[in-house]
């Protein structure tokens, strides 16, 4: 079964850390991956996309990791702030996308 | 440019009712696609479609219906509601069946009673 995990659930973190989310899949049989951003009571935001064939993707201050052989992707976020407080969800592509349940992070200031 | 729009915000229905859950696109994107979802769980896919006319079942097909008439409109329609049908839909786009970002709207809370 093709299934995407993230771990932890929540994080909080003091304002200025560099941080790390992470992702883990079953199947490495992938088109692609995504990270997105969601905030309370909205929809998800497209973050960084990274093709199979690419290790990683960079976007601001967001840096995007692929491993297929392993089955992780990781977020690194760097110099976080307040603003960067809400739920990030990784998508891995198949068929269909599956999603990861989310890790929900607090940045303080 | 309003991207993907999705009406109503909210909605309670009892047991038993239908509705159509609206959604609208303004990207020209071929690709739509309905999620639902539920507290500690990933998104799940409920149906999609590739154009215009041409729908097909995602993980969670049952108790949902889609059409696809025009380009920009996407659908989802409950058929007779249950209580398991309680979360939150968000539907979204994409200019191609893979490999490009999916765009979402903002999502409606439906709550059955």
């Known amino acids: 079964k093709q299934e995407v995990t993230q771990i932890p659930a929540a994080l909080s973190v003091p304002e200025g850390e560099n941080l790390v989310l992470n992702c883990s899949f079953t199947?490495?049989?992938?088109?692609?991956l995504q990270w997105f951003r969601q905030d309370p009571g909205k929809g998800l935001t497209s973050l960084l996309l990274?093709?199979?064939?690419?290790r990683e993707q960079t976007s601001g201050r967001l840096n995007a990791s692929l491993d297929k052989s392993s089955g992780r992707s990781t977020l690194y976020i760097a110099a976080s702030q307040p603003g960067d407080s809400a739920t990030y969800l990784c998508?891995?592509?198949?068929?269909?996308?599956?999603f990861g349940a989310g890790t929900r992070l607090t940045v303080k200031p | 440019n309003a991207g993907v729009t999705q009406t109503p915000k909210f909605q309670v229905l009892k047991t038993g009712q239908s509705m159509t859950l609206q959604c609208a696109q303004d990207?020209?994107?071929?690709?739509m696609s309905w999620y639902r979802q539920d507290p500690g769980m990933g998104l799940r896919l409920i149906h999609y479609?590739?154009?215009?006319?041409?729908?097909d079942q995602g993980e969670v097909p049952n108790g949902y219906n889609v059409s696809r008439s025009t380009t920009e409109d996407f659908p989802l329609r409950l058929l007779s509601a249950a209580p398991s049908q309680t979360s939150v839909y968000f539907c979204?786009?994409?200019?191609?069946?893979?490999?490009?970002?999916?765009?979402f709207g903002n999502g409606t809370r439906l709550t059955v009673t």
């Open positions: 979204a786009s994409r200019q191609t069946r893979v490999n490009s970002p999916l765009h």
């Open positions: 199947d490495s049989a992938i088109y692609n």
């Open positions: 990274i093709q199979s064939s690419q």
């Open positions: 998508a891995v592509e198949y068929d269909d996308m599956r």
């Open positions: 990207m020209n994107h071929e690709y």
């Open positions: 479609s590739v154009g215009a006319g041409i729908t």
